[in-house]
């Protein structure tokens, strides 16, 4: 809100408490103003008290409530486990990986990437992820603080959902190993995938709250902070070795609202920044 005539009276160094007694041009008891300027002060005054009265309103605005948060698996839930960079070169090619990689800064869209093949160079595709996926499984490890984490948001009443780019199987040994478990849970049997925003606006229906609700904890800018995004969600990224600090991800269309070194640090930004009341 904007207050002109008050303009024409203070001077630039005029600090945010406005008040009589610290107004350099109106030292002087107002019985001392002529006549003529008693109703612009008046006026003036008015202004100032409803624009404070605003921007104090605004500070005190309340939190939003947090009613649901949803996690990423391998890299967020899980310690990475995966060789994604090998993987994507058995698939692509050296040459081919180069030359996506050097036009993609955020990273490779895999499944993007091959949805357009033949069958049968698709079907090798995916017999080579597969095998890489596999391998991670043999591997897997809850990430540290992920199961505190959701021990904290169970006690606050808030629920758990889970997208993830790899397979249902993978999403079961992850429940079955670690005995927590998210609802819903979606792999890439759920079409489209991430960053398709629609799995993440599924999870809110199903669970009945609005995109701005609920918040997406992730590793990847590309596919998770894309999806919350897209969604109308809060984003929180997940990096862990500090690799998205790189100058090359500087103008990515995409960019979390929060950026944490361990899911350690997510409970306490949740605590500061939304209504965690049961």
Known sequence: MRCLPTKQFQPQSLPPSLSITNIPHFTTATNSLPSSSMPLFSSILSKTATTRSLLMSSSRSPK?????????????LTVPAIDFAAMYRAVLGEHEYNRIKSQNPSGIDILHEIENWTPQKQRKAFETIADYERQGLDRLQIMPGAAELCGLLDSKNIRRGL???????????FHERFGITF???LSREFRPYKPDPAPLLHICSVWDVLPNEVIMVGDSLKDDVACGKRAGAFTCLLDETGR???????????KPDFK??????VYSILEVNFDLSP
């Open 64 to 76: 939003t409530r947090l009613r649901g948060v949803v996690f990423d698996m391998d890299g967020t």
């Open 163 to 173: 997208i993830t780019r790899n397979v249902k199987s993978a999403v079961d040994l």
């Open 183 to 185: 609802s819903p849970a």
């Open 244 to 254: 998205y600090d790189s100058p090359k991800y500087a103008d990515v269309e995409h």
């Open 260 to 265: 944490v070194t361990s899911l350690a640090e």
